[in-house]
């Protein structure tokens, strides 16, 4: 048995088979340890660096966890031989747990739930793509409830086995749908299939909720599935003059005089459902009124770093892709200042001109990173701007007219060209500010 990865993840899973003398070894592609932070000398002197003799060890092995941050393309390895994270934490597992997938927003949605439980008096704790490894799930106290973001390799290497039909998930939600990972997936039928497997990891009572806008959320496997964004019918909200009020089958549940934008409503409103469904599973009711207006929204998504009549700043390093950079676009438009739009980084395959032809005519685009020939060539913009570093593109705002404009990172890549990942990039981003004129 092989684990291929000295990740967070990669330790969790070697300290679980280790606590039951299942023999493993460790490999990673990476030549030494001088990527790692903070790890132990015990961890690290079992681990074998290099891309060789990972190779070897895959080819040799019975059976394979990849931690997700390594792309099994580049090995010759037999599905078949591909174990699952989330198979052995969902076998193993007694808490009761909330998986959440889906392109954009996951971290956003799993932290308000996060968020609802806590104001509610329910312990909890997210793990998986977003938080600790899920394995590390298995030994918190049972009473707390368990919040998986699901990205699409983890639920990828989860469908070539079943799990126990007494276990899995209480509550999963597919929350929407677009292109993305096309450097690591053929296609984006296989992208979406991964993606779909959440239902087959769902308990014979548990809830499915599913995007009444994209049709590739839809219930495929589960029996039924409850539509959110369908009027009349599963979860919606409306905008009432004084708030926003949230409802099941049009009954109001919850309501919030926060001003959110037309994503972050719509990321609530899944929370909410989710929330719900946990009360009603447990025979409880969701104390009323529901009152949100305390709620916090999760850093680097949207985050306002400045607004003054002059100059407002949005700091959205959580965007990886090109879709949820186009969705930001359109939440911003309105405002009426002139645009000016970072992206950069891994494209990951996928291509900007889809989503980003129509941009207001007096926009100004700066390109940095791994793939910034590529960007440029794809939006073909007049007012485009290329640089090798997120860096060098604020030096070069900071000599600009700062006159009603918006300042839009929204990079619609990847992180891991430059940063170790989006938060770094994002704390980065808002640092080079600081170091400007801009704040």
């Known amino acids: 048995m092989v684990i291929v990865g000295a990740t967070k993840t990669g330790k969790s899973i070697h300290n679980f088979l280790k606590l039951r003398d299942i023999p ?30 990972a190779k070897e060890a895959i080819a040799n092995a019975d059976e394979v966890y990849f931690s997700p941050s390594i792309n099994q393309i580049e090995f010759e390895i037999s599905k078949e031989k591909i174990k699952s994270e989330l198979n052995l934490f969902l076998t193993f597992s007694k808490h009761f747990t909330i998986g959440i997938t889906g392109t954009n927003g996951k971290s956003t949605v799993c932290y308000f739930i996060s968020q609802l439980l806590d104001s509610l008096g329910v312990p909890n704790e997210i793990i998986g793509n977003f ?10 106290d049972l009473n707390k409830v368990l919040i998986v973001e ?18 899995g998930l209480n509550i999963a939600g597919f929350i929407n749908f677009s292109e993305d990972h096309l450097d690591r997936h053929p296609s984006e039928e296989t992208y ?27 219930p495929s496997y589960s029996q039924k599935g409850i539509p959110v964004g369908k009027e009349n019918l599963g979860y919606n909200y409306r905008q009432l003059a004084e708030c926003l009020a949230f409802e099941f089958n049009d009954q109001e549940i919850a309501r919030t005089t926060q001003k959110l934008s037309a994503v972050n409503a719509e990321n609530l ?5 989710v929330v719900h469904q946990l009360f009603i599973q447990k025979n409880e009711l969701l104390p009323q009124p529901f009152n949100l207006d305390n709620l916090d929204l999760l850093r680097f998504r949207m985050e306002v770093i400045k607004d003054t009549d002059q100059v407002t700043i949005i700091n959205d390093s959580k965007s990886t892709n090109p879709h ?14 002139r645009l000016i739009l970072i992206l950069g980084g891994d494209t990951k395959g996928l291509i900007f001109s889809k989503n980003l032809l129509n941009l207001p005519p007096d926009t100004t685009c700066y390109i940095y990173g791994k793939d910034k020939d590529k960007i440029y060539k794809e939006i073909s913009f007049k007012n485009t ?13 900071d000599t600009q007219n700062k006159d009603n404009v918006l300042i839009l990172f929204s990079p619609g890549c990847s992180s891991k060209d430059q940063y170790r990942d989006y938060i770094h990039r994002g704390d980065e981003f808002t640092q080079y500010l600081k170091d400007c004129s801009f704040l």
């Open 131 to 140: 938080g600790s490894p899920m394995l590390n799930g298995l030994y918190l």
């Open 24 to 53: 493993h070894s460790i490999v990673d592609t990476r030549d030494n340890a001088s990527f790692i932070e903070d790890d132990s000398e015990e961890f690290l002197s079992i681990v074998k660096f290099g891309n060789e003799k």
């Open 150 to 167: 699901l990205s699409s390799f983890q639920l990828e290497d989860a469908s070539n086995s079943s799990i126990p039909k007494s276990r």
């Open 324 to 337: 949820s950079t186009y969705a930001a676009i359109n939440q911003l438009v309105l405002l009426n200042k």
């Open 385 to 397: 701007f290329i640089f090798e570093t997120l860096k060098e593109v604020i030096d070069h705002l």
């Open 192 to 218: 979406l299939n991964a993606k779909k497997c959440i239902e087959k990891k769902i308990k014979p009572n548990g809830i499915f909720l599913y995007n009444q806008a994209y049709t590739a959320t839809h």
């Open 269 to 273: 409103l899944f929370a909410i459902g």
